[in-house]
């Protein structure tokens, strides 16, 4: 007997006269008739079982044969819907991307169809096919397979992309998968993959700041290998050493883009040395200047530069007297009259506190006026520093004579700088000369109050007095020169023309003009040579001259050079154009001498000496007197003993 239990299990027991036998009973007949009844169920199962073999063979040629029917009715369908569609974006996109997606999503939604369909139960029957899982899940579940992860939309840019990322994280420049949480445990997807920069750039150029990237060493490194290898790699954050989290690994992107990096020639120098793979990946460098050309058409850029300004702070027009003077504020920045500054946020400051003036003054368009206000404010804003120096003038705690004549004392000037404030300041230079072997002693190198360069400079005054007086003897000299009432050092060479004019004034015995100040570099020939921060010198002299009275002789000799880069204040020009106060343009130090002294320098003579009566000839005649002095001194000394 063939019987099948509730879970569809096939078993067969043996039957004697229409009975079903139990283990017991079946041990109890005789050998000979268990053994034929065995052999008997063994042929019958034998049999069974190929027919049960047939009827799975036809049961799964039969479900095959539905999936088939299922699978072309599903694509008729699927043709139906996505067909049009296909063709809507066949004409309406370049590639064929969209077409291929849509595609897969046929081909996969046809792999599938066990998730879509509605569930059947297998019935309970002759089968040995597992049954079917009883529900299928929810199409929900199944949906987030087709969705679109944009990974890169540059649909709305024009022409290559530009990308300037100010913020060079590994994360930000290279990309990141991210991750959520779900029950607990945190996943991704490839709708969390999110792009970097470098990906958005692909195509077009990137733009980064070197300070910004070396910042962050692992996206530099990153940024490396990926133009290096030409292609671009998401890394999973958990492919460190740290515990590995199961994630996905998003196939790597074709580069083709150009990296443009900016920073400063330290930085470049920097990385030059220090990494090889630098100079092979960065080939070009290009140097930015920070200035332009003060002509026709550099004006004309300039003014263009302005209005864009205007148009994105939404600022108030500008006349044309205010215009003049935005362009004059940048050569004012350069202190040079040929060229502007491109320092355009500066500019932009301005520009934004004149058209507050003018807002605050309800006027609708910003004037000169209101552009000298927002000037001078900035101006008060800065320049507390330089108000406590000038109250020490003006109560005479700084020594400064603005008028009178001294043997031995002239005005220097330098410039002093806090933070983005820079001022300039009139200094009290002093000489004295006397017989000795010590030279010229700088009394700022000695007391180390002196830089390298302003230590050169008092070199030369030396030099260009043997090139000049003393080519057949010797200079039996000592004499030193100091900047009085100097606490905190001093650097450069812009003093060592009114060095050189107190020297000669101490050894000539010759008064110098105090209502003149001097700057300029010297060269060993007696060249003046241009000085940085000519500007704001001529103007702290001139603050003192007003604040102590101008008398109209006051002034100040400086290069010739620098004529260009006088960009001085309103107050100073028009005491200029009144002859109140006096800008004296010199090439050499004979010049500045004769404005002095009003003496005539004189020139060299055949016979080794000068002109008579000049300013050069007494200075000779001193020479030669500290040089008889000094031999005599030595003609007295006993003579050393040799060891």
């Not at 046929?106 to 529900?135: F, H, I, K, V, W």
């Not at 580069?255 to 080939?283: H, M, N, T």
């Amino acid at each position: 007997k063939l019987d099948l239990d509730e879970n569809g299990a096939m078993s067969i027991c043996p039957l004697l006269k229409g009975r079903r036998l139990s283990e017991q009973d079946f041990d109890k007949l005789p050998l000979k008739m268990r053994n034929s009844i065995k052999n008997k169920g063994e042929s019958l199962t034998g049999a069974m079982h190929a027919y049960l073999r047939r009827l799975d063979s036809l049961e799964q040629e039969l479900l095959e044969a539905e999936q088939s029917m299922e699978k072309e009715a599903a694509a008729e369908v699927l043709d139906s819907l996505l067909g049009p569609l296909a063709e809507k974006f066949k004409h309406s996109c370049k590639g064929s991307l969209p077409e291929s997606y849509l595609i897969n999503i046929r081909n996969d939604l046809l792999e599938n169809l066990d998730y879509l369909l509605p569930a059947e139960r297998t019935p309970q029957g002759l089968s040995l096919r597992q049954p079917q899982p009883p529900e299928n899940p929810p199409f929900d579940e199944i949906a987030h397979r087709y969705e679109l992860n944009i990974f890169v939309d540059n649909s709305k840019t024009s022409g290559a992309p530009i990308v300037l990322e100010d913020h060079p994280t590994t994360a930000n420049l290279l990309g990141c998968l991210e991750r959520e949480s779900e029950m607990g445990a945190l996943v991704t997807n490839f709708t969390l993959i999110k792009a970097g920069a470098l990906h958005c750039a692909n195509g077009g150029f990137l733009i980064l700041h070197m300070e910004d990237i070396l910042q962050h060493p692992q996206a530099w490194e990153g940024l490396l290998r990926a133009l290096r290898a030409g292609q671009a790699k998401i890394d999973d954050p958990g492919d460190g050493d740290g515990p590995k989290t199961k994630g996905i690994r998003p196939d790597p992107i074709p580069l083709k883009l150009k990296v443009i990096l900016i920073g400063d020639d330290e930085l470049y120098d920097f990385l030059l040395d220090s990494d090889p793979r630098f100079i092979k990946l960065f080939k070009i460098k290009a140097h930015m200047t920070g200035h332009m050309p003060r002509n026709t058409k550099g004006i004309n850029i300039y003014l263009s530069h302005i209005r864009r300004i205007v148009e994105e702070a939404a600022l108030p027009h500008f006349d044309r007297d205010a215009l003049a003077g935005l362009v004059d504020f940048g050569s004012l920045l350069l202190e040079d009259q040929k060229n502007l500054s491109l320092e355009f946020p500066l500019l932009r400051e301005l520009m934004v506190e004149a058209a507050a003036h003018a807002r605050m003054n309800k006027d609708e368009i910003v004037s000169l006026a209101h552009l000298n206000a927002a000037m001078e404010m900035r101006e008060f804003r800065l320049n507390m520093i330089e108000e406590s120096f000038l109250e020490d003038y003006d109560r005479k705690l700084i020594k400064v004579h603005t008028h009178g004549l001294a043997i031995g004392q002239i005005n220097g000037l330098s410039v002093t700088r806090y933070g983005d404030y820079e001022f300039g300041l009139p200094h009290q230079i002093s000489c004295t000369v006397g017989v000795g072997h010590d030279g010229i002693m700088d009394l700022e190198r000695e007391a180390q109050l002196g830089g390298p360069i302003h230590t050169k400079a008092s070199m030369i005054l030396k030099s260009y007095l043997v090139a000049l007086f003393a080519r057949s003897r010797p200079l039996f000299l000592t004499g030193s020169i100091c900047f009085e009432q100097n606490y905190m050092g001093i650097e450069g060479d812009s003093a060592s023309g009114a060095e050189l004019a107190a020297l000669l004034s101490s050894i000539a015995q010759v008064p110098l003009r105090l209502n003149l100040a001097f700057t300029g570099a010297l060269s060993q020939s007696g060249q003046i040579m241009a000085v940085g921060g000519v500007s704001r010198k001529v103007e702290g002299f001139f603050e003192v001259c007003r604040r102590r009275g101008l008398s109209g002789d006051q002034g100040v000799i400086l290069p010739k050079d620098n004529l260009d880069h006088l960009m001085l204040k309103k107050p100073l020009r028009q005491a200029v154009e009144e002859g109140a106060f006096h800008i004296y343009p010199v090439e050499h130090i004979r010049q500045a001498m004769e404005l002095l002294t009003g003496m005539v320098c004189g020139q060299p003579r055949k016979d080794g000496g000068f002109t008579p009566g000049s300013l050069f000839q007494m200075v000779d005649k001193r020479l030669r007197e500290l040089c008889a002095l000094g031999q005599r001194a030595t003609r007295k000394s006993p003579a050393r003993p040799r060891s």
